[in-house]
C-alpha cells in the first residue's frame, strides 16, 4: 500500500500542518496585541480558517482546468512561503494591513491546495481500498505538524518574537516546496493528463488573472469582516447552485451519488461549526480561563491549548483505521454518513464536559488543562471521522470529470461553518480588559456550551436519517448505473 509517492505526499502534508497551524496558533496573541478587541479576533480566526476552504472552489475549477493537481499544489506552497514572509514583515513593523495581505495571500493558496492533494494523493495508491485505508493516516500526519505547531510556537515567540514564529512557516513552506520538486517526475507520472501536458499562455495568463482579483477579494474581505462574511456566505451559495447545475449535465446514476455529495455537505456543514470553535470560543475561554501545568507536570501555555487537538488527531487516525478495518473483516460494513452520526456523539458528549466545567469552576474562574485534553480528545476522534472519510465519500461517488470540483465542495461545507461558528462565538467575547469572573464563566461561557451539547445531540438523529436516505440514493444510482450498461 504504502510507496515512496505517497510517503513524500504525507511528508509535504506534515510540513503543511507544521507551517499552517503554527501560525494559527499565535494569530490570536498577534491582533490582540496590535489592539483588535476579543470579538473582531475571533472574527479573524474564524475567517482564516475558513476563508481558505471557500477558495477551493476556485482551486477545484483551476486545477481541473487550467493547471492540473501537482503543479496547483506546487504553485501553493509558493504563495504560503510568501504570505508568511510579508507575515514577518508586519510583525516587524507592527502594520496591520500588511498582516492582512499576508494572511490574505496564505488563505487564496490554501485553497488552491485543498482540492488538488486529495486527488493527487488517491493517484498514489493502486486501489481504492488502500487509498480509504490510507487517508485515516494521512490525517493522522497532518496533524503531527499540527500539534508541534500549536503546541511550540506559542513558547517560541516569548524567545523569537511573532516575526520569529513566522519566518520558520515561511521556511517550512519552502520546504514542502523543496519535497514537491523532488519527486516531480513520478509525481505527475501518475498525475491526471492535465499534469502531464504542457501549459498553454492562455491558461498561464488565465490563472495570473484569476488569481490577483481572487487575492484582493480575500484582502478586502479580511479588511472588512461585516460584508467579508456576507461574501462567503454569497460564493458557498453560488459554489452549491453550480454543483447542482453540473447535476443535470450528468446521466441519472451520477446525479443520484451528487446528490448524495449535497447531503453529506450539509451534515459536514453543520459538524464543522463545532470543529470552528476550537479556534475561535474554546480557543478564548482557555486564554481566560485555563491555568496550570497538565497534570502538573507538562506545561502548556493557555495560547497553546489548540495543540490537544492535533495531539488526539494522531492517536485517532490509526485507531480508527484500525477499528473500521476490523469491522469490516467481521461484515461490518457502516455506511460514511453512519460514522458522521457517530461523530456528532462524540461532539455533544465533548461539550457537555466543557459544559459541566464551566458551571463547576470555583471563585478563582480557573480550569484545569485536563479537562480540555478530554473535550479536545472526544472533538479529535470526531473530527478525524469527519475530515478523512467524507473526502474519500466524495472521490468514490464523484464524476471523474470533475472530481477536483466536487472534493472543493468538502471546503465550502468547511467555510460556511467556519464563518457562521466564528460569528456565534462571538457571543462570549468580552469587552477589552473586561475581567473574567466566576459569574461570566458560569452564565456566558456555560449558556452557550450548553446550547452546543443540545444541538450536538439533535444532530446525532439527523445525522442517522440522512445516512438512510443516503444509502437508498446510492442503490438507485446503482441500478441505475447497470440499467445503462444493459
Known sequence: MWNSLNRSMMVCQMLFGLSYYGVMGILTPFFLELGYSEEHTLMILGAFSAIGPLFAVSGGFIADKFLGAYRALTISC???A???????????????????????LASYFRGLMSPSYPSLYKR????REDFENGIPVNYSVNNVGAFLGMYLFPALILK??????FLLSALLAATAL?????MRHPLCGVAAPIDQAPVGAKNWIAFFAVSAAMIGLVFY????????????????GAAILYFVSLMFRFGRAERFGMGAILLMMFLTTCFYIYYGQI????NIVAINTMRGDIFGVIPIAPAASMSMNPLWCMVAGPVLAWVFSRMEKRGINWSTATKVGISFVLTAVAFGTMTLAVNAVGPDAAIRPEIFLVVHLFQAF????????????????????????????????IALSGIVGAVFSTSIAQEKGQAITQEIVRSVYGGYFGVLTVLAVVMVGVALAASWIIRKMLAAARVAAESAEA
Open 78 to 80: 509558493i504563495g504560503f
Open 82 to 104: 510568501a504570505g508568511y514572509a510579508l507575515l514577518v514583515l508586519a510583525a516587524w513593523v507592527r502594520n496591520v494591513p500588511l498582516a492582512l495581505c499576508g494572511i490574505a
Open 124 to 127: 498514489t495508491f493502486k486501489t
Open 160 to 165: 523569537a518574537g511573532f516575526q520569529g514564529g
Open 178 to 182: 523543496g519535497t514537491l520538486l523532488f
Open 221 to 236: 474581505m479580511f479588511s472588512n469582516m461585516d460584508v467579508g462574511q456576507v461574501i462567503v456566505y454569497v460564493i458557498g
Open 279 to 282: 479556534m475561535t470560543s474554546l
Open 382 to 413: 470526531a473530527e478525524v471521522i469527519v475530515g478523512a472519510l467524507v473526502v474519500a465519500f466524495i472521490l468514490s461517488v464523484t464524476p471523474r470529470s470533475i472530481e477536483n470540483f466536487s472534493v472543493s465542495m468538502f471546503s465550502v461545507a
